[in-house]
């Protein structure tokens, strides 16, 4: 791994600080070890990459996503505009369901490849960090090979990967007649057997799906497996999922649409990251989390895309970040931090998401001269280089 230098950056975006202006970044053995004026670096070592005055951002880390899936869901948008609910699709046996059958009828190398395609559009437009959940198998076998697909991305792509089980994203239809029998295999059976290939363990906390004390008994379990909470919560209507999430001490609470001040209070004080997905929010017509007040109150705020097959099909962080700032309220460097810190705090990396001494060398370099340009054309891929761990990324 040679070393590289980085120089004429325009604008640089370290998050540790205002954004610097003429500044070099210094990545030796894949970490930063210097960021900051071109005044101030060191002599020039390795190879010389000139950024002939564009932005340098950290990579993104999007903390919330379900790519391992099969089949198409895109007659549900239309239905959705012609004013079908999300709750009525699911009840005809669209939504979650639909995609469960297409992808327990894929093979292993389908999976891959149709994930794989949509992280490399997530690596050319500036993801060098991601979570991928399972929840479209709904039985042992195929949640099971969601999780081997998602780790096989993270071995064979440029991108650092981590997994979360979520058996629990909805009742399968064998099992609507025995609700109970379903959460009894989650935790006495396919919880044992996914743990050693997930990090974390999410239940979809919603009306409809899993209640507060269902989801309880499941993380309770994933606990006792060594895995930690994400909670799907808040996100269609208030169902305490975020009180959960305080109360176990999960590592993060998404979406968060219907989150009340008493929620965004204890998520604070439990230390729970927010994981907020404004394209979901966006694609279903609903109401936005209240990201400047979780701020405020000192949460944790990170950003993500939740791309899956129904809800928000992004694959790229930009129109995440314009929606943030033009709906949910955020400023541009409030979106971009939480878009890349806050990601990476709430997956529970403390070397990324920042550019300074010691961080990894996830770098972008953006074709604009402002970061604030992801925002003001978010229809316009402006990544014009990324590199993970201090080596170019070539395109696929």
Known sequence: MSDLFLTGIGQLTTNTGAPLSDAVVVIESGVVTFAGPSSDAPDQVGRRYDCEGRAVIPGFVDAHTHLVFAGDRSDEFARRLAGESYADIAAAG????????????ATDDELFQLAAGRVWQMIQTGTTTLEIKSGYGLDRATELRQLEVARRIGEKLPVTVKTTFLGAHSIPSEYRTDRQGYIDLLAEDMLPAAAPHADYCDVFVEDGVFTVDEARRIF??????GLGARVHAEQLSHTGGAQLAAEIGAVSADHLDHATEDDIRALAASGVAAVLVPGASYTLGSGHAPAPSLLEAGCIVALATDCNPGTSYFESMAPILSLAVVQMGLTVEQAIAAAT???????????????APGAVGDIVVLDAPSAAHLVYRPGVN???????????????
């Open 94 to 105: 669209g939504g979650i369901l639909a995609t469960v059958a297409s992808t327990r009828n």
């Open 382 to 396: 402006l990544v014009r280089q990324t590199f993970k761990s201090g080596t170019e990324i070539d395109s696929i």
């Open 341 to 355: 810190l806050g990601g990476a705090r709430s997956l529970g990396f403390s070397d990324r998401g920042y550019i």
């Open 220 to 225: 309770e379990r994933g606990a006792e497996l």
